[in-house]
């Protein structure tokens, strides 16, 4: 007779890349996966039968702004759309930030993200302000949530760190304080030479405090604006390049193609990892052209070709900048197969890896603590879906969510009946 041997097992679980018919059985024991097999002998104290439906590791939100989210029409709506009026409103906006505020935001918003199979996320918290409350609050919720969510947070000088004197200090404290990672905008800056001088700030911070790195980089629609190439050679002489993210890059995509290809050969060197936003680039930029207006994407397609490692992020929820969203991952992958022309089979599933495996890699989580195999966390979603294909164009509901061996979200797809 079988023995009740581990805590959860999962019955007839299809995983990635694997062939349309065969499917495993998943053990969970001490918040880890004990066992992958086609069929599991033993009982698990819970059981469930996932039937044939898509089990993959979680998602990953590696660009996120959690300190403004859910802030939309606060105090105004953005009538622009440009990301130069949402800048403005959130400095407005930010004037009467409380922790409890930023706190209270910030969990409702990873709630709801993880309802929907995310488990890993990477914000931004401004460090412009003198009292340092985003960045205070979003270390309070690092800690709170530390239980069922992995939380990393940039410290992000939304005004430049050359904006005004006390910026530069702000961003040492915010890394004092315990932020897991420097950011910067290099294309705010006052000039180019404030923006040069302030990637190189970033990187000597990095090395200071042993950082990561992650930069607001060429956010504009100005072909002329090339801090990636800054970056890239800062990567390139510090060696830094893997523990290095260049976010946005949407003025790659106005680069005229001499200066791209060149530029190609460059960021292969340096190793950067990428983060697109293609919901909130699509709608921000391009707002300054009439026809034929551009799509504001860097070249997603072109860097997933030549091996670099690319990821996709959602930026904004119910924010200055981008008054929609429900911070679903398989909407950000949805967008970037039709923005960035990826609608072939192989395609698709490389942007399912960006919102999944290249994720996990920008933020530097190590092959030990992510993915499906025995002896790692047992962090892991079942989709109502056949394929990341299928779940990619039907945006499919994700049905459970287990976190550190628990279940930790259910959700029952809705169904409709022709009449
Ligand atoms: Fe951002």
Redesign the pocket.
């Known amino acids: 007779m079988s023995q009740t041997k581990y805590s959860t097992i999962l019955r007839q679980c299809r995983l990635l890349g694997t062939d349309g018919r065969s499917t495993v059985d998943i053990a969970i024991d001490n918040n880890k996966i004990a066992a992958i097999s086609p069929k599991i002998p033993e009982l698990g104290e819970w059981e469930i039968d996932i039937q044939g439906k898509l089990v993959c590791p979680p998602f990953v939100e590696s660009?996120i702004?959690l300190d403004s989210a859910l802030t939309a029409g606060e105090p105004r709506w953005n009538h622009s759309g440009t990301l130069f009026e949402g800048i403005q409103i959130w400095g407005e906006r930010k004037q009467s930030l409380t922790l409890e505020d930023v706190k209270t935001r910030a969990i409702e918003t990873l709630k709801q993200q993880a309802s929907q199979g995310i488990l890993f996320v990477r914000t931004?918290a401004d460090v412009s302000e003198p009292t340092l409350t985003a960045l205070q609050g979003l270390l309070s919720v690092r800690e709170a949530v530390k239980d069922w969510m992995t939380l990393q947070v940039v410290a992000f000088p939304q005004d430049g760190i050359y904006g005004s004197p006390e910026n530069d200090k702000l961003l040492e404290t915010a890394l004092e304080m315990g932020a897991d990672a420097v950011g910067g905008i290099p294309h705010y800056e006052l000039t180019r030479e404030d923006g040069v001088k302030s990637v190189q700030r970033i990187f000597e911070l990095a090395e200071k405090y042993n950082r990561l790195i992650d930069i607001?980089c060429d956010e504009i629609d100005d072909e002329q604006s090339r801090f990636l190439e800054v970056v890239a050679a800062c990567a390139i002489r510090s060696g830094a390049g893997s523990r290095v993210t260049a976010?946005?890059t949407t003025a790659f995509g106005s680069y005229n193609n001499a200066y791209a290809f060149k530029l190609m050969g460059i960021l292969q060197k340096s190793r950067l990892n990428f983060i697109a936003?293609p919901l909130i680039n699509i709608t921000l930029q391009g707002r300054a052209d009439t026809y034929p207006k551009r799509r504001g994407m860097t070249r997603v397609k072109e860097l997933w070709q030549q091996g670099l490692n690319v990821s996709l992020g959602h930026?904004c929820v119910r924010d200055p900048w981008y008054s929609l969203g429900t911070g679903n991952m398989l909407d950000v992958a949805h967008m970037a197969v039709h923005v960035c022309q990826m609608t072939g089979m192989e395609e698709i599933a490389a942007c399912f890896q960006m919102v999944t495996e290249n994720g996990a890699q920008t933020l530097f989580l190590g092959d030990e603590n992510y993915g499906i195999a025995a002896g790692k966390p047992a962090n892991l979603i079942v989709l109502d879906a056949d394929s990341c294909y299928d779940a990619i164009r039907r945006r499919a509901a994700v049905r459970y969510v287990i976190s550190r061996g628990k279940l930790l979200a259910e959700t029952v797809p809705a169904k409709t009946s022709f009449l």
Do not use: A
Request: negative net charge.
């Open positions: 660009h702004h931004h607001h976010s946005h936003n930026d």
